[in-house]
Structures are given as C-alpha cells and as structure tokens.
C-alpha cells in the first residue's frame, strides 16, 4: 500500500464514517489547543476516492481543526480499497484505542458495504468469529436512541455498554425510560454505575420509580453518605471501632443460624473455623491490651462523681486532724 502526505482543504474531505465515532467535546478541545500551540503533528488517514478523499482516521483531529477556524489539514493518502483502509486503522496498535461500541459500529460497515463474511472479517482483523458476535450483539443491544445518545457525547461508552445494554436485553422499556430520563437530566458515568448497582438489588415497584426518577435516588444516596461521613465526624475513631463490633456480631449472629441448619455438612469449615477462632483471640487479646494501657494511664477510669466526693471527704478528715 502506497502512502503520501498532503495538505487539502477540509471540504474534499468526505466524512463518510463520522457516525462510527463518539463524540468527545473534551478531547477535541485538547486536540484544539495542542494543534494552536504546535499545530497539526499526526496527519489524518484518507482513501482516495475520484476526485476527494474520503476521511478513515482523524474525526476528532478534523473536528479540533474547525474549531480553530482552519480549513487545511495535513492527510496521508492511501492508495487502496476503502474497506482495507478501516480494516487497516481498526487493527493497528498505534493511535487512539477505539472503544469497544465504535469497533461495532466499524464492524457494521464494513459487513454492510464490503461484501465480508464475519468470518472473513474476523480473520482480516487478526481476531476470531467471537470477537466480531460480541461486538454486534453489543450493537444489537442499544436502541437508536441509546446510539445517538452516545454518538453525541451525552451518554458515555462505557455507560452505553455496562448499563444501558444489559439493560434493554432484560427489560428494553426500562432502558427506554432511563434514556429518556438521562436526556433531562444527566448523570456521570461513576453516578450511572452506582445506579445500576443499586437496581440491581431493587425490587419490581423500587425499579420503576428508578428509571424515571434516577437522578432522585443518587440524591438519597448522596444524603445518606453524608449523614454516615457527619456520624463519622461526630464519633470519632472509638465509634468507628463500636460499630465495626456491631458489625462482627451481626455476622456471628447469622452464621449461628445457618450453622444450626447444615447438620453433619459442616466438616469442611474447619479450617476456616480455626481461622476465625485466631483471628477473634487477636482481637480480643488487642482490645485488653488497649484497655489495661487506658487504666494505668487513668487508673480512676475517668471522672467519678461519687469518688470525687470520697475524696472531698478524706481531705477534710485530714485536714480536722492537722488542725
């Protein structure tokens, strides 16, 4: 395949594939201000086509260059079919990784317009057949909604994979509404993942508040980190470690009752038992330890009113005496 560098004017550039790439409003605008500072150091990738060239590599280079208002970039032609130019960049291992949804998106153009097998295609790519079903059945799993959402920077990647899609393949009208939802009001992609997290757990009439209302119930969560960091802050290290031995014998308190329900199964915990046996000893030995030193630093364990008074009264009992 033969290559050369070219200055073009953006406009003969055909941006035929700007539907595989996600948008990245932050990227571009660091594409931007490195190409002021330094101008344009990796040059787009284009196939020749009649009398343009069509864009495989540098959306987000040619979208920085806008920005600036420059109508120029610098492109290196290839001199080959299209379809071997995306197989080309989507195999490379330099430049920007693609996320896992813009490879699908690569993927379902070139099975549309090269006249590939996915087997065929699979092997072009140095991968196998697996690689190319789990990339399509991503794919296959957002609704056009979830795919424009992500193509225009409002729902993340990860987000469009992670959650949206297990999602729509469990109940697609749920992830319609949470999509409709997240149009209004957006949330983070960390936000997103404890969302989920926490839908995962919910119960039939919990979830459909959830999916309407998301942005309602990382409120909550929010408050209640807070009201647990104020806790914290209040009690200080000694109620940490209170409620940590609460915790200790909330679990012993369960393994009590399954304990009592496994009969002669049990053989088997053994070491895990002696484990546990160790580990309790330690900290209890630790806890005595810690008290005896308080004594001996405080051997009245504090204040004590009615010593106080004792006190009091063997003071004045002397000082009868002196008199």
Sequence with gaps: METSRLDLDLHRLEL?????????????????????????????VAA?????????DGYRRVAALRRLG??????????????DGLIAVLTRNQGRTFTALEEALLIRELLGGSGLSQRD?????????????????????????????????????????????????????HADRLLASLAKEPLSTRDLK??????????????ERMVDQPQLLMGT?????????????RDGPEGECAADIKIIEAATARLCKRLATQGAALAFLGMAIARLRGAIGALVA??????????????????????????????????GAVA
């Excluded at 969560?221 to 802050?233: I, Y």
């Excluded at 405080?298 to 009091?312: F, L, S, T, Y």
Aim: glycine share 10%.
């Design 70 to 83: 420059r109508d120029r970039a610098r492109v290196e032609s290839w001199t080959c079919a299209v379809a």
């Design 286 to 319: 630790e806890m005595e330890r810690r008290c005896d030193e308080d004594a001996e630093r405080d051997p009245k364990g504090g204040e004590d009113p009615g010593g106080a008074r004792q006190g009091a009264a063997r003071d004045r009992k002397g000082a």
């Design 194 to 207: 404890r969302w989920f997290g926490e839908y995962r757990k919910a119960n039939k009439a919990a979830r």
């Design 16 to 44: 035929r594939f700007a539907g595989t790439r996600l948008m990245d409003g932050a990227a571009v605008e660091r594409l931007a201000r490195s190409i002021a500072e330094h101008g344009q150091i990796e040059p787009c």
């Design 48 to 56: 020749a086509a009649g009398d343009g060239f069509v864009l495989i």
């Design 221 to 233: 969560l929010r408050d209640q980190e807070q009201r647990r960091e104020g806790a914290k802050l």
């Design 121 to 173: 295609l699979a092997r072009r790519c140095g991968r196998d057949a697996a690689w190319v079903n789990r990339r399509l059945a991503l794919l296959s799993a957002l609704s056009e909604a979830a795919l424009a959402a992500v193509q225009r920077g409002a729902l993340s990647s990860w987000s469009a994979a992670r959650v949206v899609a297990p999602l729509a393949r469990a109940n697609g009208a």
